[in-house]
């Protein structure tokens, strides 16, 4: 059983910094993508950042470009999310996601999402 663990929400003054971050375990685990998606109350969920597990080509939503960065650790299977010049609009739940190797779905784990509140 694959499971995805994220870590690092909280809440911080507009302008600051957090850092999430997702740990993936389970014996099948193999990815070929991971991503961080977000919620807002009333809103979709909607992706903020992504990564190619391979070669860590990266795509960011406008609204973070030049503010969040994605990252990985190969070899401990862990995502992460820098954020940085944090707005209140950023607040959300957070979302890990991971795309099977093998799976023709767009993603297939889903992390249990971690509160980022920002503000003003």
């Known amino acids: 059983q694959v499971q995805l663990v994220e870590s690092g929400g909280g809440l911080v003054q507009a302008g600051g910094s957090l850092r999430l971050s997702c740990a993936a375990s389970?014996?099948?685990?193999?990815?070929?993508?991971m991503g961080w998606f977000r919620q807002a109350p009333g809103k979709e969920r909607s992706l903020v950042a992504r990564?190619?597990?391979?070669?860590?080509?990266?795509l960011y939503a406008d609204s973070v470009k030049g503010r969040f960065t994605i990252s990985r650790d190969n070899a401990k299977n862990t995502v992460y999310l820098q954020m940085n010049s944090l707005k209140p609009e950023d607040t959300a739940v957070y979302y890990c996601?991971?795309?099977?190797?093998?799976?023709?779905?767009?993603?297939?784990?889903w992390g249990q999402g971690t509160q980022v509140t920002v503000s003003s």
């Open positions: 996601a991971a795309k099977s190797t093998w799976s023709s779905l767009p993603y297939d784990y």
């Open positions: 389970g014996r099948s685990f193999s990815t070929s993508r």
């Open positions: 990564i190619n597990w391979n070669d860590g080509t990266t």
